[in-house]
């Protein structure tokens, strides 16, 4: 076992190149931190309060639905109840910032995606039903709100997904786990405009859905992985579908 050398004693050589090296190394090691692009490097985990607020408003905007685009016959509240008492189990596990995931934590997280998702989709099969059959209602106010709920509450879904699998979640893209993109964001593109721990957070993810089911397109955001491409075409699909169906059912029911 070596030891350091006394003090104003012969200075071991041995003892100094292992000293030498260990810094060498150590400075190797802060160059490579550095000369990573941000979005690889360990940050702390991302704020949960975004992706709180955005589940809020998809469970609001769920239960003020009409009750014929419910999934009967279950009772209209019984989903939206599931979804919060599964947002406080995930705001118990990370209340402030999401730092620490286990696979039962991120399955519980999946299960809340999965649940605003399946609701949403059943209330838009359900709406686009009705404007086929022609019973829709006889006003277009309360069409175009309930196409307008579903609309938002898809993008919020699908960017909760996004969210989600995007380098295999938040506390994976915080700890720099997975080194091949699955979005490219253009400050991903600008190191030098960008700041040395950026790196996407749920804001986002959220802009990308918004985007894409509005210019039913990627804009800046660019999908690389399959499974990217296929989910931002899904969406994409939704999105038009319900634009279409509802903004012409309400037209031809308007007053002249």
Do not use: C
């Not at 809020?56 to 014929?68: E, S």
């Amino acid at each position: 076992m070596l030891r350091p050398p006394r003090p104003g004693g012969v200075r071991n050589p041995v003892w100094h190149a292992l000293v030498t090296r260990a810094e060498h190394v150590e400075r190797e090691a802060e160059g490579s931190v550095h000369d990573l692009p941000a979005w690889r490097r360990r940050t702390r985990g991302e704020h949960r309060w975004p992706v709180t607020i955005s589940v809020i408003v998809a469970i609001v905007l769920q239960l003020r639905l009409p009750g014929q685009l419910s999934m009967h016959p279950l009772p209209t509240w019984l989903l939206p109840a599931l979804e919060g008492g599964v947002l406080v189990a995930l705001a118990i596990a990370n209340p402030v910032r999401i730092e620490r995931r286990g696979v039962f934590v991120r399955w519980v997280s999946i299960v809340l995606i999965l649940l605003i998702s399946g609701a949403n989709a059943a209330s838009a099969v359900l709406l686009i039903r009705e404007i086929i059959t022609g019973n829709a209602g006889g006003t277009a106010g309360p069409l175009l709100a309930s196409g307008a709920a579903i609309w938002a509450t898809n993008v919020i879904a699908f960017a909760l997904w996004y969210w989600e699998f995007d380098r295999g979640g938040p506390v994976h893209r915080a700890h720099g786990t997975f080194q091949y993109l699955d979005f490219l964001f253009p400050q991903m593109t600008i190191e030098h405009m960008t700041p040395p721990d950026w790196e996407p957070r749920f804001v986002d993810y959220l802009y990308l859905s918004f985007t894409n089911a509005t210019a039913f397109s990627p804009t800046d955001v660019m999908p690389l992985a399959r499974w990217a491409k296929l989910t931002m075409l899904v969406q994409s699909a939704v999105s038009l579908s319900l634009g279409v169906l509802v903004i012409a059912r309400a037209v031809n029911i308007l007053p002249p």
